[in-house]
Every structure is written in C-alpha cells, then in structure tokens.
C-alpha cells in the first residue's frame, strides 16, 4: 500500500447572465464563472489534484480548451474522466479538501450541497470530502468581485503498490 498526495488550484473569470456552477451545483448569483466549459473552477481545482497525485498530467493536457468536444461541458464530465484514469491505474481516491475563495455571492449555505455533490461525483462518501469557503476580504481582483478561485488537495491510495505512471 502506497500513499500520494496532490494539490490543485484554479481561477475563473465571473461574467454576468451565466449560471454559477460550483461543484456541480447552480448557485444562485447574478454572475457565473466563464471557460471553454461551465467554469466551476472547484471541480477544476479537484480533477487537478487528483491528477497530480496520480502523476497524471493536469486538466489542460486531458480536457485543452482547443478540443470543441469540451465546449460547454458540465465539469462532472470531467471528474468522470479522472476517476475512470485513476482506477485504471489502480489509484483508490481516499480524501479530498477543497477551499472556494469567493467575495461574492456568501457559500456557507451552501458548502453542504457542494459537499454531497462532490462526494458523489467522486464515489466518496460525505466524511471523505471537505469543501470550506473564504472571502479574499475585499483583497485583489477575487476580492473586487471579478473572479472565483478555488484550491484542494486529494490524498489517493494504491492498494496495488502501484507507486509508478
Ligand atoms: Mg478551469
């Protein structure tokens, strides 16, 4: 059994008039995060972190903004594809801890959701799987309102040994 840790962040542009995907879940705001799919810049940060953890390259090299078949795509797509690469090589997901930096809008009510939603798009249960959110305290350009950022972190496990690929 081998253990390995990988981190993850991302950012995305807010623009007003498009849904708000955070964590697979449409939170109500009068903006939503831009990208070539729908912007949830908290999956992003997730597929990341598992894939560092796995060694397995990062969301720009398995899902590039070129490739029209993301355009648009619901983010758990890409959670789906992740985990399906590292069960094939034999990588068992064992944690995942996420922080949402955010001045806008307020997500303590809603980290349960995102919570559960992130839970099951990983096939984790609810204790595996923490997501916490920060205000950036009116600080830079997150703080300004113009964007999301969010960072996680993911510990998998190899019950194989399997500490190559
Ligand atoms: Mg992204």
């Known amino acids: 059994m081998s ?46 972190a598992l894939l560092g953890a796995a060694a397995a390259g990062d969301m720009g090299e398995h899902f590039p903004s070129s490739d029209p078949r993301w355009r648009g795509a619901a983010s758990l797509i890409f959670v789906a594809e992740v985990r399906r690469l590292l069960a094939d090589r034999g990588f068992v997901i064992e944690n995942v801890d996420a922080t949402v930096v955010a ?22 249960v609810a204790g595996q799987v923490s997501v916490k959110a ?9 703080g300004r309102g113009e964007g999301i950022a ?8 190899s019950p194989r040994g399997t500490n190559q690929a």
């Open 3 to 48: 253990f390995r840790i990988g981190t993850g962040f991302d950012v995305h542009r807010l623009a007003a008039g498009r849904p708000l995907m955070l964590g697979g879940v449409q939170i109500p705001h009068e903006a939503g995060l831009v990208g070539h799919s729908d912007g949830d810049c908290l999956l992003h940060a997730v597929c990341d």
């Open 150 to 157: 969010a960072q996680a972190v993911a510990l998998v496990s």
């Open 103 to 124: 001045q806008a809008p307020r997500l303590a009510p809603h980290l349960a959701a995102l919570r559960t939603s992130l839970a099951s798009a990983l096939g984790l």
């Open 134 to 142: 920060k205000s950036s305290d009116g600080l830079g350009a997150i």
